[in-house]
């Protein structure tokens, strides 16, 4: 049985991460801040360990990992990535030095593997779909510092020779996201055949399902490790308009409004070429998306439909 540490699994990839462990037979160890939201692990907390930590507390993080002795590590706390999260030195605490005191606490005590979460935002705007090789132009203080934790994941494996690997996440959908992010909002106001308020439709993203973006996390911390520092696109290599998402949905949930398009102001972020280059991590770990955005939808749809009663009204 392995033992796996899952830090930021009270967030969205995370919550489905530590299920899809579960699933496997994985021992499973949550590492969570004191004040933590828990809707998205009620239903499984007598199935993993959930210990309360600072990951800036060295010292109890010295004693959580010595007495869990994990061979897998998948590092998903951030902050930074919703619009409302703006606190540059919280981004930093969390991002940089967060990730800088787990590094090195994990590499004393040894494990198989640790598994970074890095993020597409660290590319900034690119008119291409860019490959993992390509230079990083962070265009917000989030990726500024997700970049830099990448960087610093990658250095301290080619210095220590550890299984150290980051994996940049296009744009995850499914159970349990958000309620106020983009496709939730698009099904919690289907099932009410209404559209919320949209940015411009020419709008692109790359939408991976969380599950195939599980097995990616298994896949990079299981494959024997080809290169140190590693770094992996997380995304189907399929660009969707944000027309394209909104007419789907109409259709899905039979909805005969017509979309308000600009009704709501573009965020920084909002390009119309956001879309992944999956070809590393398809050669060299052998990972394809298996769920296309049609499907993905309607699990995605399905899931809100029966659990809308355990949403918060914010994360």
């Given at each position: 049985m392995?033992?796996?540490?899952?830090t930021g699994a009270t967030g969205f990839v995370g919550a489905n991460l530590a299920r899809h462990l579960l699933s496997t037979g994985c021992q499973v160890h949550l590492l969570v801040r004191p004040q933590h939201a828990s809707w998205r692990i009620e239903d499984i907390r007598a199935e993993v360990l959930i210990h309360v930590v600072d990951l800036l507390d060295t010292a109890s993080l010295e004693r959580v990992l010595k007495e869990?002795?994990?061979?897998?590590?998948?590092?998903?706390?951030?902050?930074?990535?919703?619009?409302?999260?703006?606190?540059?030195?919280?981004?930093?605490?969390?991002?940089?030095?967060?990730?800088?005191?787990?590094?090195r606490v994990c590499l004393d005590i040894g494990f198989e593997a640790f598994v970074n979460t890095g993020s597409s935002s660290e590319y900034g705007l690119k008119e291409f779909a860019p490959a993992e090789g390509e230079y990083l132009d962070p265009n917000s203080y989030y990726a500024c510092t997700k970049a830099t934790a990448t960087h610093?994941?990658?250095?301290?494996?080619?210095?220590?020779?550890?299984?150290?690997?980051t994996l940049r996440l296009y744009s995850a959908y499914g159970p349990y996201e958000d309620p106020q992010?983009?496709?939730?909002?698009?099904?919690?106001?289907?099932?009410?055949?209404?559209?919320?308020?949209?940015?411009?439709?020419?709008?692109?993203?790359?939408?991976?399902?969380?599950?195939?973006?599980?097995?990616?996390?298994?896949?990079?911390?299981?494959q024997p490790q080809v290169?140190?520092?590693?770094?992996?696109?997380?995304?189907?290599?399929?660009?969707?308009?944000?027309?394209t998402v909104v007419e789907h949905v109409r259709r899905t949930c039979q909805i005969d409004e017509v979309p308000q398009w600009g009704s709501m102001n573009n965020r920084q972020w909002d390009a119309q070429v956001w879309v992944a280059d999956n070809s590393k991590i398809k050669r060299v770990l052998g990972w394809e998306p298996r769920c296309d955005f049609a499907d993905g939808f309607r699990r995605t749809l399905a899931w809100f439909v029966a659990h809308e009663d355990l949403l918060p009204n914010s994360d």
């Open positions: 392995k033992r796996a540490i899952i869990v002795r994990p061979d897998w590590i998948f590092h998903l706390a951030v902050y930074g990535a919703y619009s409302a999260q703006l606190d540059l030195p919280q981004m930093i605490a969390t991002n940089i030095s967060a990730t800088a005191n787990l590094l610093l994941c990658r250095h301290l494996s080619r210095e220590h020779g550890a299984h150290i690997t992010r983009l496709l939730p909002t698009l099904a919690l106001c289907g099932m009410r055949r209404r559209l919320p308020p949209l940015v411009a439709p020419a709008t692109a993203r790359d939408f991976v399902y969380v599950e195939d973006v599980c097995r990616a996390y298994i896949m990079a911390a299981t290169e140190c520092g590693a770094i992996y696109n997380v995304g189907t290599g399929v660009q969707t308009t944000l027309a």
